[in-house]
């Protein structure tokens, strides 16, 4: 970063529910809007941490539940500029369930690569495989996932984030389901390996942001075991993480500066 100019980076900030971002919109200034039929996007200059010469700008949206609706949000969000500053990176930040016992709710993970465990082409393409990608995983882009893991570990060793637990890698699993079954959990595992967690967005974003050049992380907090009891203990996380959901947004943010 060259010291003399003013340097700006623009994030795209995406989640499925606005419980998953929290007050994010109360910590933009200059705040605007921008809609796409029900898709609301909201672009500011972000009121955190002041840097001599770096402004940070934020658009965030919230897609919806779902592959189709986080890949138009994705899309939409890629397209968005602000102050005429295109989108640097875009993190999608939310909720999954756990697809290995030894997560818990509060734990966080930043996944090593991402499957659509509903994508299935056989017999033309091995399953799982993205037919237009000819890959079954997306890898997560090492320089946002290994600088999202070291900024997010530092600050819980701090205790600047109560209530997270411990950080994982592994690889998370999307598809148009929301998981309520052990027996399901395990017949993923057995097909994909390293498997830790499922939810309902990640490889559609990172499908989209991959298509489109535009670096990417995605970002989870576990909510619930994706078995029999899950609906019950997703809906109860969710009141809770909606009141701490920015805080893991703004502790990235307020260390931008060491990845640009
Ligand atoms: N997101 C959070 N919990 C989930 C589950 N059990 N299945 C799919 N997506 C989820």
């Not at 930043?110 to 393409?125: E, G, K, N, T």
Request: charged share 25%.
């Amino acid at each position: 970063m060259e010291s003399d100019k003013k340097t700006c980076f623009h994030c795209g900030i995406l989640g499925a529910m606005p419980e998953e971002i929290g007050a994010t919109i109360d910590n933009l200034n200059d705040l605007s809007e921008t809609n796409y039929g029900d898709l609301k996007i909201f672009s500011g200059e972000w009121l955190g941490d002041e840097f001599d010469n770096l402004t940070i700008y934020i658009s965030v949206a919230w897609s919806g539940w779902g592959k189709v609706s986080a890949a138009r949000a994705a899309t939409r969000l890629i397209g968005t500029s602000f102050k005429k500053k295109k989108i640097d990176l875009l993190i999608f930040t939310g909720v999954a369930g756990a697809a290995n016992s030894s997560l818990k709710q509060w734990d966080l993970v930043v996944p090593s690569a991402l499957v659509q465990h509903d994508m299935d082409a056989r017999p033309l393409f091995p399953k799982f495989v993205v037919p237009t990608l000819r890959t079954d995983k997306l890898n997560s882009i090492e320089k946002y996932s290994d600088w999202s893991v070291a900024i997010l570990s530092e600050a819980i060793s701090r205790g600047k984030l109560q209530k997270f637990g411990q950080i994982s890698r592994g690889v998370i699993a999307t598809g148009d389901r929301f998981i309520t079954e052990k027996g399901l959990i395990n017949m993923l595992s057995d097909e994909i390996i390293d498997l830790c967690a499922v939810e309902m967005e990640g490889a559609a974003v990172a499908q989209v942001s991959h298509q489109e050049g535009i670096p990417w992380l995605i970002l989870r907090v576990i909510s619930d075991s994706a078995d029999e009891s899950a609906a019950q203990t997703f809906s109860e996380f969710l009141q809770e993480y909606s009141k701490i959901s920015w805080n893991l947004v703004e502790t990235l943010m307020s260390e931008i500066k060491s990845i640009i």
